[in-house]
Each structure stands twice: as C-alpha cells, then as structure tokens.
C-alpha cells in the first residue's frame, strides 16, 4: 500500500488558481493510477481527475473539464492538480488516492476502487 501526502491547499479568491500536489511512497508507481477526490462538507467523495501510471491518459469530472489539469512526474514521486478559473463550489477538501491497475482512467472515477487514500488539503474559494 502506498503512502501518500497532499499539500498546497488554501484559501484563494473565486476566478483565482491553486496548484496542489500529491507526494506518494513506494515502489513500482507506474504501475498506479492517481485520482483526485473532493469532499464539501455534507456530501459524498466526488471524482475530480484520473491520471494513469505513465501519465498517458486522464479524466475528468464534467464540472471541471476545462479548468482543471491533473498532471504526474514519477522521477519526483508527485501528482499535480492545477486549478484554474476556481469557484465557491471547488470549496472542498481536496484527497488523492491511487490504484494498482494499469490501462486508462474509466470515464467515472469512484471512490471505491481506490484503496490508498491521502490525508487531504483544504481549498477555500471565497471572496
């Protein structure tokens, strides 16, 4: 199982950006996929972007398709998600988690199929 620590959370002002990270630990990385999770206070995980092992493929919930990019660097061991044009409904608590499974990201990333879960990083966008 690998471990894993978000940062680069904070409060930014709506049509702002903010770019978080996810740092993993262990062995054989390109062999996991990466999703990013958001959970606003009262809801479900919502699905926000896949990237797989290799960075080949990625996905994206539709309310973030165009603003949003998720992008990983193995050789640093790290996940990115750039945030661009935020809203105050991207207020949540940012997770990644990952996946052993090679092939592309599914057009509906679920909480369930990721057993490897950050801590997650808080992301206010607030005037």
């Known amino acids: 199982q690998l471990q894993l620590v978000e940062s680069g959370g904070g409060l930014v002002q709506p049509g702002g950006s903010l770019r978080i990270s996810c740092v993993v630990s262990?062995?054989?990385?390109?062999?996991?996929?990466i999703a990013w999770f958001r959970q606003a206070p009262g809801k479900e995980h919502e699905g926000v972007s896949c990237?797989?092992?290799?960075?080949?493929?990625?996905a994206y919930a539709e309310p973030v398709k165009g603003r949003f990019t998720i992008s990983r660097d193995n050789a640093k061991n790290t996940v990115y998600l750039q945030m661009n044009s935020l809203k105050p409904g991207d207020t949540a608590i940012y997770y990644c988690?990952?996946?052993?499974?090679?092939?592309?990201?599914?057009?509906?990333?679920?909480?369930?199929?990721?057993?490897?879960w950050g801590q997650g990083t808080q992301v206010t966008v607030s005037s």
């Open positions: 988690a990952a996946r052993r499974l090679r092939g592309s990201c599914p057009e509906r990333i679920l909480a369930i199929d990721f057993g490897s």
């Open positions: 990237i797989t092992g290799s960075g080949g493929s990625t």
């Open positions: 262990g062995f054989g990385l390109d062999y996991y996929r």
